[in-house]
């Protein structure tokens, strides 16, 4: 894919990518339908702390529910690019919408999209994408948050099923879900490679109950919540991918989730540089301050450099995944780079978004920080990026570990 930059200015008062012509009518179309329909009933939902349903209907009736996944199947066919921008657009006017829809659309519908067998992709996929049913991805526990290898939950044969017992924390769409990509042990013994097998549960199978739902600081119109398994029935056929192969369909669903969340973040830094500009330009005399000046012009630059790590690594992850759903083996060493480059782009975006924030708020002041600005909630919600997709510190080390081997890596 072809990405070029234009130097001419756009309506927008930063300069734009011009993108093959499918991403920029859909992007223009989701701009749309984002002013329209979402942007105005942010605030509410935010105070109020209530899931936005209303809005996720909408987000389904547009067809924004399977951007990534085939038509064949009710999607966009517009692969992990055009998820990664959907993810820019939405970052743009509200973070927790687009966590909604990015749970539900990177961390179920894609994995089953990479992974599934045929029979569970036509049975699946097609109520995801059509947002008949809504998804989500079990794979933090209270004891394996970042060691995501040292996960507790257990799956046990009993005849054509597997019982799952255990407890998954800080679940996105946790307590409403219909559809969950739940990672179990298989056998400890085997360690994460072997030991750690993907299934596909629905609610519907018992055995499945909300513990609680969190409070929480910011993206508070999405729900995140713990989840209990408690003797859940899976069929043997609602294994995802091979039998023991869990812990790998979780670290490449998390590669992409990595690449569409600086997306998001790239988004929000750019919302915040259109606002900085038209704050300066709403009172002339803070363009005569340096220090403002300076702040605008770092924050361009994060803008800019985080754009540039972002569709880089998007579209490295859309070859990567287009790959997989052909069936393609992958080479270990083709994976990790990939792992590493998705860390790379989650670890400087969202820390880019976030020193954007700080500065916002010095620009805007006192009116910043009052409710209704927009700044007050975009700093609420600028927290989670650093923290969610696994924390900027295991990106670190994911980026350590491929650079010096890893066995250094581990150390």
Known sequence: MAITLSLNRVTDPIYDYRLPAKYELFRDALREFLKTE?????????????????????????????????????????????????????????????????????????????????????????????????????LTEPGAGSDAANIKTTATKSGDHFLINGTKQFITNGDRADVLIVFAANDLSLGPYGGISAFIVERSFGGVSTARVEKKMGIRASTTAQVVFQDCPVPKENILGTFGSGFLVALTTLDGGRATLSAGVVGACESLLEGMIDRVHEHPKLESLQSVRWMIADTAIDAHVSRLTCYHSLEEVALYFERLSRGEKIPR???????????????????????????????????????????????????????????????????????????????
């Open 38 to 138: 979402i942007s105005d009933t942010v605030e509410y939902y935010d105070k109020a702390e209530r899931f936005p349903e209303e809005n996720i209907r909408k987000f389904a009736d547009y067809g924004y529910m399977g951007i990534p996944i085939p038509e064949k199947y009710g999607g966009a066919d517009l692969g992990e690019f055009g998820n990664g921008i959907a993810t820019q657009e939405i970052g743009k006017v509200c973070p927790a919408h687009g966590t909604i829809v990015g749970a539900h659309v990177g961390l179920c519908a894609v994995p089953i999209w990479l992974f599934g067998n045929e029979e569970q992709k036509k049975r699946y996929l097609p109520d995801l994408t059509s947002g008949k049913k809504l998804g989500a991805f079990g």
């Open 333 to 411: 060493a083709e994976r990790e780079a990939i792992s590493r480059h998705t860390a790379i782009a989650k670890a400087f975006c969202s820390e880019a978004a976030s020193r954007s924030m700080e500065r916002a708020m010095q620009v805007f002041g006192a009116e910043g920080y009052t409710e209704g600005s927009g700044i007050e909630l975009g700093y609420r919600n600028s927290v989670i990026s650093e923290i969610y997709e696994g924390t900027n510190d295991i990106q670190r080390l994911v980026i350590a570990r491929d650079l010096l081997g890893s066995e250094s890596g581990n150390q």
